[in-house]
């Protein structure tokens, strides 16, 4: 139930287009839902966060969707440019916890 | 800079050396957290610190494992008798409030 499943586990976009990953959980009481991302060789950087009382959050070209009763939210890129070619993780939390659970990755390429 | 250091950045050991980590984190963050992450895997939660009080430790954190954050500043992650399984990249975060983790570089640690 401390899980959070991540799709796709690879995914190569056009610069200029839209990627979107996708992210589902099982545990109802998390209630922060952050999305990092990882250059090689560096620590994840946490990029755009969403609490489960929005159903959509936008920073810049990055936008979470949540969709509570799926038990489900997505990131999308939009106009993604090879500069976001990196892994990026999911995660889920909640008070108290004290920690993250993350997703198993998603390795994205932006060709040129 | 003023983020979250660590040293070093790659240690590489024979199997069943000691190693010891070192993490500095944000200055004014009083929750320090390590992680584990292995190669095409999200990172996974080891122990989370409040100030100098370790609150919270993972199953993961066998008893070769130990952690302190002496005077609530930087943290040490001491592993005693290294396995090969112990290879990983190791994660130390820190942040004021749940959720919002930040991360540094990590250290990889190669048992050979």
């Known amino acids: 139930q401390q899980q959070v499943k991540q799709s796709p586990q690879s995914l190569i976009v056009q610069k200029g287009g839209i990627s979107i990953i996708n992210c589902a959980y099982e545990n109802t009481a998390f209630d922060y839902f952050p999305w990092y991302q990882q250059f090689p060789g560096k620590g994840p950087a946490l990029l755009i966060a969403?609490?489960?009382?929005?159903s959509e959050k936008k920073e810049g070209r990055f936008t979470i969707s949540f969709n509570k009763s799926a038990k489900q939210f997505s990131l999308h890129i939009m106009d993604s440019q090879p500069g976001d070619s990196a892994t990026y993780f999911c995660?889920?939390?909640?008070?108290?916890?004290?920690?993250?659970?993350f997703g198993q990755g998603t390795r994205l390429t932006i060709n040129p | 800079d003023t983020g979250v250091s660590q040293d070093p950045r790659h240690k590489i050991t024979k199997r069943g050396q000691n190693v010891t980590f070192r993490c500095d984190p944000i200055?004014?963050?009083?929750?320090l957290y390590w992680y584990r992450q292995t190669l095409g895997q999200g990172p996974e939660f080891l122990t989370y610190?409040?100030?100098?009080?370790?609150?919270?430790k993972s199953r993961l954190l066998s008893d070769r494992f130990s952690a302190e954050r002496p005077k609530g500043s930087f943290s040490t992650l001491e592993i005693q008798r290294t396995e090969q399984g112990d290879s990983a990249m190791y994660l130390c975060?820190?942040?004021?409030?749940?959720?919002?983790?930040?991360f540094g570089p990590g250290t990889r640690l190669t048992v050979t």
């Open positions: 975060a820190s942040s004021l409030e749940y959720g919002q983790e930040y």
């Open positions: 995660a889920a939390t909640l008070q108290g916890a004290q920690k993250l659970v």
């Open positions: 969403i609490r489960p009382d929005v």
């Open positions: 200055s004014e963050h009083n929750r």
């Open positions: 610190f409040q100030n100098e009080a370790q609150l919270e």
